[in-house]
């Protein structure tokens, strides 16, 4: 059942559609004058009565990017959920306030999440190849499109994008799941790549990796930037310095009278202002490891 | 070289108390009790196999194509006496049971996992298909005799022919419909979430999800369930009574493959060995008889279980 079924949801579509970030929420320089790609306002993610993420506004420039740190609990897997609509998944899970993405709002009923997922492509936090051969994970996406051409050179094109290639080519016929854990995130990333998507979302990627693999998962990052927007989660503060253009702070508050964790966004700002020179106290606390 | 820290006496010390002292009699004792209870089950169960196979020798052993050929006679020492009205129905009961049953409990268990909603509705249908799995399976050869013998409901007697192989093959799909559809539903819910997730994030549609990742990765779990019920089913007798298996006067053999006889009046293994077991106290060579009877039976289900397992392991071995 999808959301949009059930969900009473409060979108204000007059600034979701606007496209532009009001006076007391203005982005960073650089941000606001390019192209923008997702602009999300007062973004609130409940599971039922739970309230797991509080009023997150912030914007994604186009072919950066952008990170989102702070430590466990603090939603930011949920926020990055929200940009495909996998949030969609959960039973009782419920989006409020606005996200759009190149103009539209994501959240509108007219929208197929399905379309959405294949412009909007996911790499998950454990490695997920499907129990299939290497060749049928990376041409998943396109079958499901209805794509039946063609599906040789997309295949490859996507393995050679994800630096998966050279290691894989001779044999595309065997099964995924015996490549390495490094090796099966790559696959999972030119699997992500074969739709043809705009924008990667990346939750954890490296968190089951070893340093060597995740290396190769971070410099392909920098490589396929100039073709994509990409937006990371990640628990390890030194990956987001290393990769990200913008990084976006979260912290969880927490209330201690009845025990939850409320995800809420602190500062939004280019990498290298978070990490040397921080608006927020809190932030200033996390990156140079006081707390968190 | 012995370290400053630990002298001589210490070290001796710490040796003793981690050296086993005593012989650990509890558990010892424990072991032999778990290995009592495996080896009475497996007395009992040779006891069963041997005495039926030796009973069969009878048959079995001098006239084995005969008795696969023969039909039910009122004596033992006829010559024609044989099993092969009994294979028949048993063998169309499974094949009705397997068409009839598993894609309706697949279908639904597809359903109550993937598409409906987690509502106390719901919750109530599962508890009672829980329930339903319970029920003796006596009740079940009255609801085939009110649907399809009486024909109390549609008039789906006329279908059947009344008391027919068809009629007991829908008696018992619909015995083995709940087990299924549980069995279906568990390894539904064994299909790892990061698989869908995975199928969801590059644009699957939930019904090509299901198509490729559901279905493929709990074929095995499916395939083991399905199978063992059909097994449970064909080992049925008393629903088949209730539907009216006869245990005697049927007309002439059909030929094994021949559907022209599902509506005509019909037995089965399981009620041929009840009726030849009764039939040994007037007349002892019905005991040679039944004994061989449950041989052909226990072989039938044995072919089915290894079936089951055989492809379990091809499915098993695809999904990696």
Known sequence: ?292 | MVSRLVDDRSRAAIAASIERRRVDTRGLLFKVVLQSCLLVTLALLAVLLVTVALDSTDQLGTRLWDFLQGTLRSRSSDESLGIHQGMYGSLWIAVIVAVLAFPIGIGAAVYLEEYAPRNRLTAFIEVNIRNLAGVPSVVYGLLGLALLLNGQIFGLDRLTGGSSALSGGITLAILVLPIVIITSGEAFRAVPMELREGAYGVGATRWEMIRTQVLPYAAPGILTGTLLSMARAVGEAAPLILVGAVTGRLGENPGLFDIGALDDRFTALPIVITSWTVQSGRDDGFTAAAAAAIVVLLVFVLMMNSAAILLRNRFEKKRG
């Open chain 1, 1 to 292: 059942m999808s959301m949009t079924d059930e969900a009473p949801r409060v979108i204000d579509r007059m600034a979701a559609t606007a496209g532009e970030a009001s006076p007391e929420q203005a982005m960073p320089a650089p941000a606001a004058e390019r192209d923008v790609v997702f602009q999300s306002r007062d973004v609130n993610v409940y599971y039922g009565s739970f309230r797991a993420v509080r009023d997150v506004t912030f914007t994604v420039p186009k072919n950066e990017i952008m990170a989102l740190i702070g430590p466990s609990g603090c939603g930011k897997s949920t926020v990055l959920r929200c940009y495909n609509r996998m949030n969609d998944l959960i039973k009782d899970a419920r989006v409020t306030g606005a996200i759009t993405y190149r103009g539209t709002d994501l959240y509108d009923e007219r929208v197929d999440p399905v379309e959405v997922r294949r412009r909007i492509g996911m790499v998950f936090q454990k490695p997920n190849p499907f129990p299939k051969s290497i060749f049928d994970n990376v041409a998943y996406g396109p079958r499901v499109a209805g794509r039946k051409k063609d599906l040789d050179d997309i295949v490859e094109n996507s393995l050679r994008k994800a630096a998966l290639w050279d290691e894989v080519s001779d044999r595309l016929k065997d099964s995924a799941l015996g490549l390495s854990g490094g090796q099966q995130q790559r696959l999972c990333i030119a699997r992500a790549i074969a739709v043809g998507p705009d924008v990667l979302l990346m939750d954890e990627p490296c968190s089951a990796l070893d340093p060597i693999a995740t290396a190769r998962i971070e410099d392909l990052m920098q490589e396929i930037k100039q073709d994509y927007t990409i937006m990371i989660v990640t628990h390890n503060m030194q990956q987001a310095a290393r990769v990200s253009d913008t990084t976006a702070f979260f912290t969880a508050d927490v209330r201690s009278e009845n025990d939850t964790r409320t995800g809420i966004l602190v500062e939004v700002d280019t990498t290298q202002k978070i990490f040397s020179n921080p608006s927020d106290e809190r932030t200033e606390n996390y990156v140079t490891g006081r707390f968190g």
